[in-house]
């Protein structure tokens, strides 16, 4: 977080992935507001998308206990971008086919 070579906005992008990484993110609205003064909505959204993807990919490798090798993360490291209109999209479905209401839990 001290490197030269960062700048503001990257180092608050590092520390909303680590808050995100750590799950503290919901308790430090600090951090938010620094986000929120550094980067857009869309901007956000998109952060928070590409750190929420990436933590549950290491969860669940770690979960199965599966090795991430070098090819991979190169692979990763050639998907970091996420297209704005592939989200938008993701979102509309989401929207298009959001059920009118959910049933009840059951108590058994």
Known sequence: ??????????????????????????????????????????????????????????RIADSLHIDIHESDVKTMKGSIRTNPEDVRGYLQNLLDTWPKSFPEPSDD
Request: proline share 3%; net charge neutral.
């Open 1 to 58: 977080m001290t490197a030269a070579c960062l700048t503001p906005r990257q180092r608050t992008a590092v520390l909303w992935a680590e808050h995100m990484t750590r799950n503290t993110a919901k308790y430090r609205k600090d951090v938010f507001e620094q986000l929120q003064a550094l980067f857009s909505e869309p901007e956000i959204l998109e952060l928070t998308l590409v750190c929420g993807v990436f933590n549950m990919n290491n």
